[in-house]
């Protein structure tokens, strides 16, 4: 036995390494099928302190093909399982392969995910101490060696119309299933035989039966899961039923006429005692009820303030992004109103350089007006010149003017000297036609008429 307890720790086995840690460790052992899951009937119980309901009540199985291939199925989990970093679907089995990163649930906001592992293959001895404890023993049920089925009473294999099967276990290997609590009925028969064949014999409430309304007393006390609260009100319910039917059992016993039968005030006793026991542990569970409430009505109080806390943190990362925006946005005010002051100062200047431009101009256009009156305009007309001629005396006239002065005086009309001969200055006119595009509208208008007006005269003696 000490060699192959050797050779069976030397040999390597299939597990899922939780991920960070050395402990919890899930073996897959060979030709089983492996259930994972928050309720009492798997093979593994994952319990989440932070998030109870993350992990069903059996999320998910793992099993051996018979080629040796293990397959992870969802059971239809509310978070589902997560290969590689890819759900997969429901009820349709998944290949796994070594090194594979194997995820039940989803992460809780601001942590990383609580159930982490990655499939590998380890000598049993180098992770012995790092293997979690199987939760239901069934799951070594295919190491165990066969036992003869027992054969069933008559009572056993007639169908029961009582009361439904609470206690029988949802495994696949039946041979773990636990009846199921007898009928007031078949008590009644089972005690009205004892009576004929004299026989000490429980009528009530059997011991097994006592111990399975203990059982899932014994297991809620392990479990910290708020799920099962109901299964509690449940088992309360069965308590009660069975309270009542050994209530009733005691007074049919004794309400029937006093013989001195020791096994009948045995039987009294022991229904007694079942009573006060089954009082007691739906006393325990009604405890339990209580507290279980208790402890969830906390749990959504605490979820309620962490949550107010957490709206408070946000609002206040939204205040301090605020003023943050706000003082850039002061910033950048105070660099646009400087941007402005210096553009206006520029402005200033160039309105200051424009105006002195424009006064000089102006004066220019003053000392160009004062020439043209004072040296190119004509005595006669008091005009610029038009079409400018030079007498021999080298006084200039206009063209029109000296000829109509010439018609009665034949001498010049500043210098009286006699008029000799007059030419044309065409230096004068572009001079005067030059300086006279600077001048205003108004004058060069006055100017245009005029030249047609003489124009016009000049042409009159022609026409006659």
């Known amino acids: 036995m000490e060699a192959e307890d050797e050779d069976c720790s030397d040999s390597e086995v299939l597990c899922l390494?939780?991920?960070g840690r050395n402990s919890d460790w899930l073996r897959l052992f060979d030709n089983t099928e492996i259930s994972i899951g928050r309720g009492v009937d798997v093979t593994y119980q994952l319990l989440s302190p932070s998030c109870p309901l993350m992990i069903s009540r059996l999320h998910c199985t793992f099993k051996q093909r018979d080629s040796g291939q293990w397959t992870v199925t969802d059971k239809k989990s509310l978070n589902g399982v997560w290969v590689n970093g890819n759900r997969i679907q429901a009820e349709d089995a998944h290949q796994l392969r070594l090194g594979d990163s194997i995820q039940l649930g989803v992460p809780v906001i601001g942590t990383k995910v609580e159930f982490d592992y990655i499939l590998v293959q380890r000598p049993l001895k180098d992770i012995e101490l790092y293997l979690?404890?199987?939760h239901r023993e069934g799951a070594k049920a295919s190491h165990a060696s066969k036992k003869p089925k027992r054969k069933l009473t008559a009572e056993e294999v007639e169908p029961s119309t009582s009361k439904p099967k609470l206690y029988r276990c949802s495994s696949a290997d039946k041979t773990f299933a636990k009846?199921?609590?007898?009928?007031?009925?078949?008590?009644?028969?089972r005690l009205s035989q004892s009576r004929s064949q004299s026989q000490p014999e429980e009528t009530g409430p059997s011991r097994q039966e006592v111990d399975e309304a203990d059982q899932p007393s014994n297991s809620s006390s392990s479990a910290c899961d708020l799920d099962n609260l109901q299964m509690y009100s449940q088992n309360i319910l069965m308590l009660r039923e069975q309270v009542d039917d050994t209530e009733r059992q005691v007074a049919s016993l004794g309400g029937e006429p006093q013989k001195t039968d020791p096994l009948r005030e045995e039987q009294v006793r022991e229904l007694h005692i079942q009573l006060e026991t089954l009082r007691a542990k739906m006393h325990r569970m009604e405890t339990l009820e209580k507290s279980f409430s208790e402890s969830k009505r906390q749990l959504e109080a605490q979820k309620t303030q962490q949550q107010e806390e957490l709206l408070k943190k946000q609002l206040e990362d939204a205040l301090q992004e605020q003023k943050k925006v706000i003082g850039e946005l002061a910033l950048s005010r105070q660099g646009f109103e400087e941007i402005l002051l210096a553009k206006n100062k520029e402005l200033e200047v160039t309105k200051e350089e424009k105006e002195k431009a424009r006064a000089q101009k102006e004066e220019v256009v003053t000392q160009v007006t004062e020439v043209l009156e004072n040296e190119l305009q004509c005595i006669i007309c008091s005009e610029l010149f038009i079409e400018a001629v030079i007498?021999?005396?080298?006084?200039?006239?206009c063209c029109h003017c000296i000829k109509q002065w010439r018609k009665k005086k034949d001498e010049c009309p500043i210098c009286r000297q006699a008029i000799q001969s007059q030419t044309r200055c065409l230096a004068l006119d572009n001079c005067i036609n030059s300086m006279v595009e600077n001048l205003s509208l108004d004058m060069k208008a006055r100017r245009q008429t005029l030249i047609t007006e003489r124009k016009g005269e000049s042409s009159l003696p022609l026409l006659r």
Not at 179 to 189: A, G, I
């Open 17 to 19: 390494m939780r991920v």
């Open 132 to 134: 979690a404890k199987v």
């Open 391 to 397: 007498l021999n005396c080298a006084h200039s006239f």
């Open 179 to 189: 009846p199921c609590p007898l009928s007031p009925v078949k008590r009644q028969q």
